[in-house]
């Protein structure tokens, strides 16, 4: 055999989850799941508190070497270098030419490609590099929106369409020109990414949602999205029925994007967005990301008439947001002052304010206003303030607003 044809695939539980390379020092956290260890420390060090791979807050960041597995590497590694007869040098399942050439067969052929956009998938995996040739192939992208686009593609096939769209995206250089051929009046791409978020595996559904994000770039793409039949009902009830973390982060990261525009916001509190999120914050396992993008969602829907109404409605909601404040983070805190500052001080909502008050609520809006909040959140935080009838017997009645002290108890 030729050298330059020996292309070896590797085992992807050998593969760093982070970098996708093969683990040099396995180690694995307290969720059981296994990265590199240069890779996990960098991830650690950067302050993030949550395992990458599942976004579970971790109790520990401690970790422990998987002897294992480094083990079944080894063997691995020598019985590759065994057949090489050289030292192993690792190559992608495709090398760059029989990309092209793959590339080429689905556009010979787009009714019988799911072998060959599976293996696309892999060369896509496997590097970033390999994702960047991917995205700068001219018209491959466009071929993959031509697919999604069509009514008569196999399922299994749309759902690596999607997945490889998912990796290369970003990749890619002319998001506008994407966004014009998705949302061409003569492709129905919407329904084919509904189909995969209602029907696909977990991994092509976090694409679906990936995807629609990305393209969800100004006004225009984020109202055709939110008129889509289905589309958004289908991400509210993904928000109920899903367990996988990285499938939930990605559904809230989507409906972030599209909800921008504030006409859009009223729909989303029609299809119980309110009710969801309020589930998501009450649930003490959720992540800080999670925890935040549930209160970003919480505030948009706060901005508009009929978010600020199910949100006084709902006193768990109130209460769970206040149970945030000053638990989760720097940011969680600010979008929890926003709400309450649009439900109790704009609205002036009595039954806001009742569990505001019940929830210690005035006490942790105090603490706020003496911390490093940026000075919009400590101007919310004293209209808050000023807004509460306070009673004689409570212990903010001596509370002067220009104090620089906390009063004791």
């Known amino acids: 055999m030729v050298r330059d044809e020996l292309f070896i695939t590797v085992p992807s539980l050998f593969r760093c989850p982070i970098s996708l390379d093969v ?50 590497i080894q ?23 029989q990309a092209r050439d793959l590339i080429k067969e689905i556009e010979t052929n787009p009714e019988d490609c ?60 002319d998001r506008k020109q994407l966004v014009n051929s998705m949302l061409k009046s003569d492709r129905d791409c919407f329904s084919s990414i509904l ?52 499938m939930m982060e990605s559904t809230l990261s989507c409906l972030i994007a599209i909800s921008v525009p504030r006409r859009i916001r009223p729909k989303i509190v029609r299809l119980g967005i309110v009710k969801q999120l309020t589930k998501l914050l009450s649930d003490p396992n959720s992540s ?10 919480l505030e948009m ?3 508009c008439k009929e978010g600020k109404s199910e949100i006084c409605e709902n006193s768990d909601c109130v209460s769970a947001i206040v149970q945030k404040m ?41 603490v706020v206003m003496q911390s490093n909040c940026s000075p919009a959140v400590r101007q919310l935080a004293g209209d808050l303030l000023k807004i509460f009838r306070v009673s004689s017997k409570s212990c903010l009645s001596s509370y002067d607003t220009k104090t620089t002290h906390i009063m004791p108890f």
């Not at 063997?75 to 690792?90: A, F, K, T």
Request: hydrophobic fraction near 40%.
């Open 75 to 97: 063997i691995w590694s020598n019985s590759v270098r065994h057949r090489s007869d050289s030292p192993v040098q690792l190559v992608p399942s495709l090398s760059p030419d």
């Open 301 to 303: 829907a706060s901005s």
């Open 288 to 297: 800080v990301s999670v925890t935040e993008k549930v209160l970003k969602l």
């Open 326 to 366: 000053l638990k989760v983070s720097s940011t969680a805190t600010e979008h929890a002052v926003t709400i309450l500052w649009s439900v109790c001080y704009f609205s002036r909502d009595d039954r806001a304010q009742i569990t505001v008050t019940k929830n210690n609520g005035l006490t942790k809006i105090l």
């Open 23 to 72: 683990m040099k020092s396995p180690v694995s956290l307290s969720t059981g799941v296994t990265y590199d260890r240069s890779s996990i420390q960098k991830w650690l060090d950067n302050g993030n508190n949550t395992c990458p791979a599942t976004m579970q807050v971790l109790h520990s960041k401690d970790f422990v070497p998987n002897h294992t597995l480094q083990r079944l």
């Open 195 to 246: 189909l995969v978020l209602q029907r696909g595996s977990t991994e092509s559904r976090i694409g679906s949602a990936r995807v629609l994000e990305s393209i969800a770039i100004d006004a225009e793409s984020k109202l055709l999205i939110a008129e889509k039949d289905g589309l958004l009902s289908e991400l509210i009830r993904t928000l109920s029925s899903e367990t996988d973390p990285v």
């Open 114 to 173: 799911l072998e060959c956009m599976s293996k696309m998938v892999s060369f896509a995996r496997e590097s970033e590099e390999n994702r960047k040739f991917l995205a700068r192939i001219d018209g491959f992208v466009l071929l993959l929106v031509d697919f999604l686009g069509s009514s008569n593609a196999n399922f299994l096939a749309l759902e690596q369409v999607v997945r490889v769209l998912d990796l290369i995206v970003s990749e890619y250089e």
